[in-house]
């Protein structure tokens, strides 16, 4: 992946940052976790201009973890299982449900989720 | 529109009965209640009662329930909760009793809901998430997530439309088929003018933008 490339969703990831303590809160984290996946799909996917869903990232973590090598691989679905906690926590707290202790399960996902998205970008710096 | 009970199908009858039985009112809302949704879509149901039902854990009120048949999205509310100006004056209320159908129960606070400044702000602070969003990231987004966050954005400014003229929201396919059809498509772009965005110029300079870059890529 090009040095661009990764910058681009280095910089997405950087802005997962914020708790989830509001409606607005969780709206957000919704709309981050698409621009993710949008900037995901679009440097690694050879197809990424034909898609017609918006894939929830946890499933564009999932599917571009197959096409990985294996340590790889292993924290594109590690990310994919946080990414989904995330959602899940984030949704409950968009109906208005807050929950001190899942604000702080959202921000452990949250946390995890982007140590192992900067660690697969920087092995995509080695994949030449 | 007209508010028309759902077919109820035996196994969402015998679902709702089973799992609703110490409600006191449940009243269908949404799409489906007035046969507007997907096949897919989930079945609103408002439940009032002094616990909440089983699916519901503690401390909440809103829960996500799926059967190999069907999918409610189910919310319960306190028979105490339902004289307070918090509920009269939500959304949620507004819509549930102008458009909802009673399977159990008489609602007589329907006629007691009134659009509270707190839910327009509430909504507007959505709007305003929203429109946030569009400007940090369209542009950079592929086709169907722009299209999927351009489409909520337009329907959050519709909703808050709505409050803000003191009006009960309506259902989803409703706001679509009412922008399609351009109904108050002007009033709906003032509002959102008067957020600082260009409603039109999202739903259709970026898609157009958007598209136009795909068919050179």
Same mark, same amino acid.
């Given at each position: 992946m090009s040095e661009s490339a990764r910058a681009k969703i280095k910089k997405v990831v950087d802005e997962? #940052? #914020? /708790?989830? /303590?509001?409606g607005e809160d969780a709206l957000r984290v919704f709309g981050r976790l698409d621009a993710l996946a949008s900037a995901i799909l679009s440097y690694t996917s050879p197809k990424a201009k034909k898609i017609t869903r918006a894939t929830p990232l946890p499933e564009v973590l999932r599917r571009v973890a197959k096409t990985q090598g294996s340590a790889q691989g292993k924290l594109l679905k590690r990310a994919a299982r946080k990414a989904k906690t995330l959602l899940a926590i984030a949704e409950e707290v968009s109906y208005g449900e807050l929950d001190p202790e899942d604000v702080s399960r959202a921000e452990e996902a949250r946390s995890e989720l982007c140590d192992d998205l900067y660690a697969w970008i920087e092995g995509c710096a080695d994949d030449k | 529109m007209t508010n028309r009970l759902p077919v109820r199908f035996d196994s969402f009858d015998r679902v709702i009965q089973r799992m609703l039985k110490d409600c006191d009112e449940i009243v269908l809302f949404g799409s489906q209640s007035l046969r507007q949704g997907r096949r897919d879509s989930d079945w609103d149901v408002l439940c009032v009662g002094d616990i909440p039902p089983y699916p519901i854990k503690s401390g909440s009120r809103r829960v996500r329930w799926h059967s190999h048949m069907f999918s409610l999205d189910l919310v319960w509310t306190s028979r105490s909760e339902l004289r307070s100006s918090n509920w009269l004056g939500s959304e949620l209320a507004g819509h549930v009793a102008k458009y909802g159908s009673w399977l159990r129960g008489e609602g007589d606070w329907r006629t007691r809901t009134k659009v509270s400044s707190h839910a327009i702000l509430a909504k507007r602070r959505r709007v305003e998430v929203r429109i946030d969003f569009q400007r940090a990231y369209a542009s950079g987004l592929l086709e169907p997530y722009l299209v999927k966050h351009v489409t909520l954005l337009r329907r959050d400014i519709q909703r808050l439309s709505y409050l803000q003229n003191g009006l009960p929201v309506p259902v989803t396919p409703y706001l679509d088929s009412e922008w399609r059809e351009h109904l108050d498509r002007d009033a709906i772009c003032r509002v959102a003018n008067s957020l600082g965005c260009d409603l039109e110029k999202a739903v259709f300079g970026n898609l157009e933008d958007t598209v136009s870059n795909y068919r050179k890529g």
């Open positions: 997962l #940052g #914020g /708790e989830i /303590e509001s | -």
